[in-house]
Nanobody, 117 residues
Framework: QVQFVESGGGLVQPGGSLRLSCIAS????????MGWYRQTPGKQRELVAT??????LDWPDREGRLTISRDTTKNMLYLQISPLKSEDTGVYFC????????????WGQGTQVTVSS
């Protein structure tokens, strides 16, 4: 059974930083693209950063504030956000990219990031 457990969120002031972590289980994820998705109220869950099996990166974030990394030996995925902005607020989830690479799609609980002064 595929499972994702996200952690590392919190309440942070603008300009601060956070490092989110995700542990994936149930598969050997080293051969999958992985990504972080963000859910905000009233919006669809969106993909914010992707890392491929060969560690090549996709950067939807043109400002370069989001840094995604992975440890394939531990099935771990990370997302560093710095400096944080209010628009980074949301619930962050990790999953494979594309989502239909594994069926059915399974989501973890996510980790809440709130950026506020």
């Amino acid at each position: 059974q595929v499972q994702f457990v996200e952690s590392g969120g919190g309440l942070v002031q603008p300009g601060g930083s956070l490092r989110l972590s995700c542990i994936a289980s149930g598969r050997d994820f080293s051969r999958y693209g992985m990504g972080w998705y963000r859910q905000t109220p009233g919006k669809q869950r969106e993909l914010v950063a992707t890392i491929q099996p060969d560690a090549s990166l996709d950067w939807p974030d043109r400002e370069g504030r989001l840094t995604i990394s992975r440890d394939t030996t531990k099935n771990m995925l990370y997302l560093q956000i710095s400096p944080l902005k209010s628009e980074d607020t949301g619930v962050y989830f990790c999953n494979v990219v594309p989502l239909d690479a594994i069926s059915p799609t399974s989501w973890g609980q996510g980790t809440q990031v709130t950026v506020s002064s």
